[in-house]
Every structure is written in structure tokens, then in C-alpha cells.
């Protein structure tokens, strides 16, 4: 299995408080990707990265923001979460000429 | 963007028979991999099956093989001798050489009969 972890794996908040999901790899490859997946949408890009500081929106990204300060760490920030965002979030990372590796998932819930 | 489509959201088969999986896309780029990914209930994605756009010759993991048409931009996914843990759904993706950004279908999910 790939070095990709993310914490936490749970998450309950209420509606309005800031959030931050943490995506921990030690493969050290350069691209990095939030996705966030909810039934009939399979998986959709919120955020990714493609080198330290550099980092680009998805799709999906309104109402989130990312930071990558180093090569192992991806960030994911809900300023102000919203009942809209609960969602199962995946990281994943990209190994050149290959596929992508997934995270465990962190299941997120906003009251 | 790119898109990718599955047109099958749920397929069944029983087990030890071959059921084959759809996937389209559309791309105007040349040089792209195409993925098939396997999510079990444990949620856990899993990466099948990989194809680059560049060979002719399908990819093929003991009893998942795809039959990649470039030309239509169609790209299936063939699971011969059904087994009951292959049930879960199943996802198309597809990866553009502009950032490595990665594109994917809605999801097929697989039931395998007993």
C-alpha cells in the first residue's frame, strides 16, 4: 500500500466552524489532490497540488481552500463549514506514469 | 475539462461468469492514461487497471482486461470468472498530462450472484 494517511477519519461540526483535514503521505511524489465523493457523483476534485506552494482549484472548490508547506503535507480548510459539505473527502496522491493512490477516506458531517 | 462517462449504474453477474463494465470519454488531448478503479464497501479505493493511450494493446491483470478504442474514445472493463469480492463499485478515470489532474466517472456498482 501506498504511505497516504489522512486524519482525522472522523469528523462531526456544526454549521459554521472552521475545519481542517490533514493528508500525510511518504512517498514523496509532487502531486497531491483533495476529492470529495457523495452518491450519484463519483468522485469529484475540490483541490490539488503539483509542487510544494503550488496549488491549483478543482471543480468543486468553492468554500474550501488548501495549503502545502511541504512535500508530505496537504491541507484541506472548510473556512466556514456548511451542512453542504458533508461528504466522504479522499487524498491521493500520483506516482509519474502510474495511477493514483487513495487515502482512507475521512467521513465528515456538518449539523 | 475532460469528461468520462458510465452509462451503467449498477450492473449484476453471476459468479464465474464475465460481465464487461462501460466507460466513454472525451479528450482532445494526444497523450493520456486511462484507469479503472475498484471501491469496495470498506471504501477503500483500489487501483485495477491501467492503460496508456499511446499502445495499442490492451492492458490485462489476471481476470480484468479492457478493451481500449481510441478512436471512439471508449475504454471497458472485462471481469471474467465473477468472484463474490469483486462485488463494489467500479470507476473510470481518466488522467490528462496537464497537471496530472485526473477526471472520473459517476461509478458502476458490481453485484456478484452467488
Known amino acids: 500500500d501506498a504511505g497516504i494517511t489522512q486524519s482525522p477519519r472522523h469528523k462531526v461540526t456544526e454549521t459554521g466552524t472552521p475545519v481542517t483535514l490533514r493528508c500525510h503521505q511518504t512517498e514523496n511524489h509532487r502531486y497531491m489532490y483533495w476529492y470529495r465523493q457523495d452518491p450519484g457523483h463519483g468522485l469529484r476534485l475540490i483541490h490539488y497540488?503539483?509542487?510544494?506552494?503550488?496549488?491549483d482549484k478543482g471543480e468543486v472548490s468553492d468554500g474550501y481552500s488548501v495549503s502545502r508547506s511541504k512535500t508530505e503535507d496537504f491541507l484541506l480548510t472548510l473556512e466556514s463549514a456548511t451542512s453542504s459539505q458533508t461528504s466522504v473527502y479522499f487524498c491521493?496522491?500520483?506516482?509519474?506514469?502510474?495511477?493514483?493512490?487513495f487515502g482512507p477516506g475521512t467521513r465528515l458531517t456538518v449539523t | 475539462a475532460q469528461t468520462v462517462t458510465q452509462s451503467q449504474p449498477e450492473m449484476s453477474v453471476q459468479e464465474a461468469e464475465t460481465v464487461t463494465l462501460s466507460c466513454t470519454y472525451d479528450?482532445?488531448?494526444?497523450?493520456?492514461?486511462l484507469f479503472w478503479y475498484k471501491q469496495p464497501p470498506s471504501r477503500q479505493m483500489i487501483l485495477v487497471i491501467r492503460?496508456?493511450?499511446?499502445?495499442?494493446q490492451n492492458a490485462t491483470e489476471n481476470r480484468f482486461s479492457v478493451n481500449f478504442q481510441k478512436a471512439a474514445k471508449s475504454f471497458s472493463l472485462k471481469i471474467s470468472d465473477s468472484q463474490l469480492g469483486d462485488a463494489a463499485m467500479y470507476f473510470c478515470?481518466?488522467?490528462?498530462?496537464?497537471?496530472?489532474?485526473?477526471?472520473f466517472g459517476t461509478g458502476t456498482s458490481l453485484t456478484v450472484i452467488p
Open positions: 491521493a496522491i500520483s506516482a509519474p506514469d502510474r495511477g493514483q493512490y
Open positions: 492503460q496508456e493511450a499511446y499502445k495499442q
Open positions: 497540488s503539483y509542487g510544494v506552494k503550488d496549488t
Open positions: 478515470a481518466y488522467r490528462s498530462p496537464y497537471r496530472n489532474q485526473f477526471y
Open positions: 479528450t482532445s488531448e494526444s497523450d493520456y492514461y
